[in-house]
């Protein structure tokens, strides 16, 4: 997973990119939470920040590119809640925030 979440945040990826990263963290934590793995505190760290740091270069794209962004980052944060778990805590305010985020550019883009 770190790896996944190190791509997800990478500052100099296309936006493709950065969209194939998400698919590929967001099915890594389905399947954690789906295989019932121990949950590590500094694995959801790693996850919540790589996720902010997507949905803030998110913000910067334009277009399909910025739906499907906004897309896959909601299927990642929804992922990542469900492997945390009641270790969710621990990265609540952050998710919380980037979600808000999501949010927020969806109604500007209405």
Do not use: Y
């Not at 296309?14 to 590929?24: F, G, H, M, Y």
């Not at 939470?33 to 959801?44: E, K, N, T, W």
């Not at 805590?89 to 979600?99: C, D, E, N, S, V």
Request: proline share 4%; hydrophobic share 55%; charged share 10%.
């Amino acid at each position: 997973m770190p790896l996944a979440a190190e791509a997800v945040a990478a500052e100099q990826q296309t936006p493709a990119q950065r969209i194939a990263s998400l698919v590929v963290l967001a099915a890594l934590l389905h399947a954690a939470a789906q295989s019932g793995s121990a949950v590590d505190l500094q694995s959801l760290q790693v996850a919540a920040q790589a996720l902010t740091k997507a949905q803030q270069a998110a913000a910067a794209a334009s277009g399909a590119e910025a739906v499907a962004t906004q897309q896959q980052l909601l299927a990642a944060c929804a992922n990542l809640v469900e492997w945390a778990g009641p270790s969710i805590a621990a990265i609540g305010p952050q998710l919380f925030r980037t979600l808000l985020q999501l949010w927020g550019a969806e109604l500007d883009s209405k």
